[in-house]
């Protein structure tokens, strides 16, 4: 599927934010007090987008030290195969 290339993708914090823009309104915005010209945050309902499937993007902290309880539900890779 198309979804597949992303999948593989390793995330990290910066390309999480850019993966993020535009996903939640702004809170600051709805208040009248947004005055960042890059604000991350949608500042109309057109500009809110559907937040991407991050699951199985990053390796499972609690697989990797023995202790997952989640198993197949979790939303983490127990491998670089799941990645």
């Known amino acids: 599927s198309d ?6 993708m390793r995330v990290n914090p910066e390309s999480t ?4 823009a535009k996903t939640r309104m702004c809170k600051p915005f709805l ?11 949608a500042h109309s309902a057109e500009e809110i987008r559907a ?13 990797q030290a023995g202790q ?3 198993g ?3 939303r983490y890779a127990h491998g670089p195969q799941e990645l």
């Open 68 to 70: 997952c309880r989640a």
């Open 72 to 74: 197949a539900q979790c």
């Open 31 to 41: 208040a009248g007090r947004c005055s960042n010209p890059a604000c991350t945050f």
């Open 51 to 63: 937040a991407p499937d991050l699951a199985k993007t990053s390796l499972c902290p609690q697989f």
């Open 17 to 20: 934010q850019v993966l993020l």
């Open 3 to 8: 979804l597949e290339p992303a999948r593989s």
